[in-house]
């Protein structure tokens, strides 16, 4: 078999892994980046505990989702944050059509909430046109139309916010990227500064995230935080 026979196959077997809807429920039930035992995501796929359990080793097999035994228990979640990515982008594929888009997310998700371990929501992309505008971000080094690098600006900026740059460029994964919103049609920061933003945010109780949902709320400190910071209504 040549390589691109492989990667064919290679493809094929994740979108049929994927493209069975109780699979697919399981795998953006996981979007929120909490883990779930095989009882509870039977419960949100709708089938019988036995289905579920077929259904995550199939998921497993083709590396979308991960497991993690801890005593008696299993707990799946997404395998990584590039998952999560191709996920929102095919939120998007199924929802486009050539009318004037009108979003019908529920206030709460639409608003902010997590995308895996990053933020997403109207928020999120203000904020990912705000950097823009202030020159932080600049196109990456790679190449690739959705990725991101800082320029000298933004790196002393986020250093100023006291994000760690340096240990975020070692993480395996991509630094920083535009990851299209499901919401909103529009990107947000995806990657390692994505997932730093939303720490940072986290931490210094900009956002409180719902033990119950993928939803955030914006703090009051949040809002005054990010109007001085990044120029940021939100």
């Known amino acids: 078999m040549n390589i691109e026979d492989h990667n064919d196959a290679a493809v094929s ?6 493209g069975e809807p109780a699979r697919a429920r399981i795998l953006y039930c996981l979007m929120d980046s909490h883990a779930r035992t095989s009882t509870e995501l039977a419960v949100v796929a709708e089938v019988s505990p036995s289905t579920a359990s077929a259904h995550l080793s199939r998921l497993k097999t083709a590396d979308l ?18 998952v999560a990515h191709v996920l929102e982008g095919l939120s998007v594929l199924a929802g486009y059509n050539r009318d004037k888009f009108v979003p019908s997310t529920p206030s709460r998700l639409a ?12 928020v999120a992309v203000s904020l990912h046109d705000r950097l823009q505008v202030l020159g932080w971000l600049s196109t990456g080094s790679t190449g690739s139309d959705n ?31 535009a990851c299209l919103d499901w919401s909103e049609r529009r990107p947000h920061v995806g990657g390692a500064l994505g997932a730093a933003i939303l720490k940072l945010a986290l931490k210094r109780r900009w956002v409180r995230q719902d033990l119950d949902s993928r939803a955030l709320a914006i703090t009051s400190l ?5 109007q001085a910071r990044f120029g940021l209504h939100a």
């Open 13 to 18: 077997r994740i979108a049929a892994a994927i």
């Open 65 to 82: 989702v991960r497991v993690l035994v801890q005593g008696k228990h299993r707990y799946y979640s997404l395998d990584g944050p590039e």
């Open 111 to 122: 608003a902010a909430r997590t995308c895996y371990d990053h933020m997403a929501g109207t």
């Open 147 to 177: 990725a991101y690098d800082l320029t000298p600006v933004g790196t002393k900026a986020f250093e100023a916010l006291g994000i760690d740059l340096e240990a975020t460029r070692t993480l395996r994964r991509r630094f920083a990227c």
């Open 222 to 226: 949040g809002r005054r935080e990010m």
